[in-house]
């Protein structure tokens, strides 16, 4: 399902502040007395009572050492009430950052250098999606977002300002006349589409095609993006290997740029302007704030489930931990919502961990099921190529009206800006947005041989379309067997996911939700030609289609991203190529071919294993070359090394020195933007190429380097070099923590690159171990350094034996407020591989609780929106 929203580039509104103003900051902050009083004063209270007008009953929150709040109400208007009030007590910030952002106002907040992402954001109209959404809401799912609204607004009612949280204090230093506006429930729903943005589908890989395509035939493009291996990688329903791809429809795409192998000049301008227009579509996309992560093929997640037979209790265990982009604080809430008893009018009983600003549990546990998510990542966006005349665009040779509607950017210190929609019946035109779009749209003609005109570029993507997502996660919190857990999946349409399943009973499952484009032609690697309605989405896969399993016969099931079957229907061409999977079924099989009986702490072990499949493969290769020098000394210190990224490890450190110099030697002359990342896309390239020692990969003509042997010895040698430089002469001290570090970084202000101010939000470093494409996917990206980009964001296992025997640890802590003893208690923790008790039977929920809150209704006061408990697929 991280966290670049925005990050240092997107904030010159920032460092416009003057130091004088920083430094005045840090000193009234660091001041005695009045100065920790104005950290302290948005810390919420946690114990006691307190008054919240709209509340039909009290409601306790107990909350044990860690600050995670347990609710416990009479009834459901009243849960989510609370549960609006709490998640505004712990991260009112983030949730007014978030909205700012799902409904392109954040330059509301920090000034003209926003517009671009708010035009951006306007063009998808994801508020706009998310308002039809609410509008088609049951009558109950409804009642619920507004009660959660409420419950913010009795909050905000409360307190302002610097009250709220510290940043408003930051943020008044240039934005003085910012007041928050009461909560919607179309606020909540937004931050759905975020999501869904974030795990949308593989633009990234089609737009990396079109670039090699300029300077690559076809047969070395196909080579950097390799097939997912069918015969090997393991695949989630298992089965037996097919020896290829299920079939999908035929492949069709616009006419190629011009490049070396056509016979055509790679510098001709034409070529070179095309080049351009790729390059700057990919960094406008960087350029979106991702609330999840940077996309790549880390933004991903580990989930599996064992049953019974295979477990020490003869009940199934369910591990999850999500990849996403860290941030501070974590995009996770732990939370539990419970009902003092489970009646008509209160059916919840579930906890697990939420969203700040959206009601509900999305991933966890109820009294009778549990479940977890990963990406799914099937291809769910197209980019379509579209003639433009005047305000019409070309289809099957008529021209059709362009749908336009104006939005107004409101500036904060400066003049409202507005801006002109255009859509085509796929999708917004987003070459409007700014030059880089119209740059690929006005080079493509030329480049690629077709008429001169007018042309734009559009998007067609799911959640474009209102869905019923916003319904499925309380169906979901509430469904107590197989069939309810399904029939809530039904409805979880954007972004599609993977879901395991096990219950109380002792079933354990697995379903692929989502809206999942058929296409015309094509499989949605490159973009397709707008003017003919021969390309296109002509459905969608039905539902009952997709891949689903309960009880196999292997007994677990595991989900690391990777493909889910050979056979069903056509998802995408895209998948993650399965080393953690391989991994963590190696683990599992180690166990059960051992006769072993797996427990809760088996499967927390298996979530931290560090085996690099990367490293193994090499390591055999290099022990049986002829080196010299430092090359020879590297040599050595791997070939006493297991092949394990441990954070103390010596050769963890070397081998990714190693790594991050063959990926730049061997594949300097692409282009830029396609640079390797050092993922699962590399691994599977450079290990095919491991065979092939006379390709012509391994040649750096600029280095005077031939063949694969040769190549390697360089890199050993030159990696020793660098490893010495930043860690010392004595190897035996060299650590794969100190190059491998993750500093903790508020969303907002945490790069603002002022230092006062990042001091007061941000934590850290952390040193890890962990890497890409591993069990532990603490992820890095090569062509940027060896710091931490993707984490997993949080770690659960599920013992349905004993709810209360779970374990759950988050990334940073409950609270997202600074220097509250909640900020980042858990970040040590979870550093280290450690998790905390996860109580969950209201015995166990008040035995844990350090502080006691009672929320308090106003005498007399009936809230209109309690409706009795009927959300749907819940039965």
């Not at 390709?695 to 050993?716: C, F, K, P, Q, Y």
């Not at 970040?827 to 591989?833: I, R, S």
Request: proline share 6%; with cysteine.
């Amino acid at each position: 399902m991280g966290t670049d929203a925005p990050r240092t580039r997107h904030h010159s509104w920032l460092r416009a502040l003057t130091w004088l103003l920083a430094i005045v900051l840090l000193l009234v902050i660091a001041a005695a007395g009045v100065g920790w009083w104005t950290v302290q004063r948005s810390f919420p209270t946690t114990s006691g009572r307190v008054d919240a007008p709209g509340l039909i009953s009290s409601v306790s929150v107990y909350r044990d050492d860690a600050g995670i709040p347990q609710l416990v109400a009479d009834n459901d208007h009243d849960l989510f009430f609370a549960q609006g009030y709490v998640h505004a007590q712990d991260r009112f910030w983030e949730m007014d950052f978030r909205r700012h952002v799902t409904a392109g106002r954040l330059a509301e907040l920090f000034g003209s250098s926003q517009v671009g992402t708010d035009t951006f954001i306007r063009t998808l109209d994801w508020r706009g999606i998310a308002e039809q959404e609410y509008d088609g809401l049951d009558e109950t799912s409804r009642a619920y977002y507004e009660a959660y609204a409420a419950g913010v607004n009795a909050y905000l009612d409360q307190r302002s300002g610097a009250e709220l949280s510290l940043e408003y204090a930051v943020l008044g230093l240039q934005n003085p006349g910012y007041s928050p506006e009461p909560w919607t429930p179309v606020d909540s729903i937004a931050w759905l589409k975020a999501m869904a943005w974030d795990l949308r589908s593989n633009l990234g890989d089609e737009i990396d095609r079109a670039l090699l395509a300029t300077a690559l035939p076809a047969d070395e493009v196909a080579r950097l993006h390799p097939d997912f291996d069918w015969s090997t990688a393991p695949t989630i329903l298992g089965g037996t290997p097919a020896a290829s791809a299920p079939a999908s429809t035929e492949v069709t795409s616009l006419p190629e740029a011009p490049d070396a192998a056509s016979g055509a000049s790679t510098e001709s301008d034409a070529s070179t302007a095309y080049v351009a227009a790729l390059s700057s579509l990919r960094d406008t996309l960087d350029r979106i704030p991702a609330l999840l992560g940077p996309e790549g093929n880390d933004i991903g997640s580990n989930s599996w489930v064992v049953g019974g037979s295979l477990t020490e209790s003869g009940l199934p265990l369910l591990a999850n931990d999500p990849h996403l982009g860290p941030a501070l604080p974590s995009i996770w809430a732990q939370m539990g919502l419970h009902c003092a008893e489970i009646t008509e009018t209160c059916a919840f009983d579930v906890a697990g961990y939420t969203f700040a600003g959206l009601p509900g549990v999305i991933i966890g546990h109820n009294d009778r099921i549990a479940w977890g998510f990963t990406n799914l990542g099937p291809d769910v966006a197209d980019l379509y190529l579209e003639r433009i005349t005047g305000d019409t665009y070309e289809l099957d040779g008529a021209q059709v009206p362009l749908i336009e509607r104006e939005e107004t950017i409101e500036v904060a210190g400066g003049a409202p800006v507005t801006i002109t929609v255009r859509s085509t019946g796929r999708g917004p035109i987003v070459s409007g947005i700014g030059d880089d779009f119209a740059a690929v749209a006005e080079g493509y003609p030329v480049a690629s041989g077709q008429p001169e005109g007018d042309y734009a570029l559009s998007l067609q993507w799911t959640a474009l379309t209102p869905g019923t997502t916003a319904a499925s996660i309380f169906a979901l919190d509430r469904a107590g067997d197989w069939d309810a857990f399904r029939k809530a999946a039904s409805l979880f349409d954007v972004p599609a996911q993977n879901l395991v399943y096990a219950d109380v009973d002792g079933n354990i499952g697995y379903q692929a939700p989502g809206t999942v484009p058929i296409r015309k032609v094509g499989d949605g690697t490159l973009p397709q030609p707008g003017w003919t309605n021969d390309v296109g989405w002509r459905d969608e896969v039905a539902f009952d289609d997709m891949p689903n399993v309960l009880n196999p016969e292997r007994g677990y099931i595991v989900t690391a991203n990777n493909a889910v079957t050979h056979d069903g229907p056509f998802l995408t061409a895209d998948w993650d190529y399965g080393y953690r999977a391989a991994g963590i079924e190696r683990l599992l099989k180690e166990k059960i071919d051992a006769g072993e009986k797996l427990t809760a702490a088996d499967l927390s072990d298996i979530q931290l294993d560090t085996g690099d499949a990367n490293a193994a493969a090499f390591l055999p290769v290099i022990a049986e070359l002829d080196l010299s020098g430092d090359a020879a000394r590297g040599a050595e210190l791997l070939a006493a090394w297991d092949a394990r990224d441990d954070v103390d490890s010596a050769g963890a450190a070397y081998f990714a020195v190693f790594w991050r110099t063959l990926l730049a030697d061997m594949f300097s002359a692409l282009p830029e933007e396609t640079q390797p990342t050092g993922g699962d896309r590399w691994f599977s390239v450079v290990g095919t190429l491991l065979a092939e020692p006379d390709a012509t990969w391994w040649t750096n003509e600029e280095l005077g380097v031939s063949g694969r042997d040769a190549m390697i010895a360089h890199a050993l040698d030159a990696a020793w070099t660098e490893a010495t430089s930043r860690m010392g002469s004595d190897a035996d001290a060299w650590r794969w923590g100190r190059l491998h570090t993750l500093t903790l970084t508020n969303q907002s202000f945490g790069t603002s690159g002022i230092a006062p101010i990042e001091w007061l939000f941000n934590r850290g470093p952390f040193e890890l171990g962990g890497g890409s494409s591993i069990v532990n996917a603490i992820g890095w990206d090569t062509s940027v350094g060896y710091g931490v980009d993707w984490v997993p964001s949080m770690r659960m296992v599920v013992d349905l034996h004993d709810f209360d025997a779970s374990t759950w640890i988050n990334l940073t802590g409950a609270s997202g407020h600074a220097f509250h003893p909640n900020y980042v208690d858990q970040a040590p923790l979870w550093q280290h591989g450690k998790t905390r008790p996860w109580a969950f039977t209201l015995d166990a929920v008040r035995d844990a609780a350090t502080d006691t809150l009672d929320l308090l209704p106003a005498a007399g006061v009936t809230p209109s929106s309690a409706v009795p408990s009927e959300a749907p697929a819940a039965e």
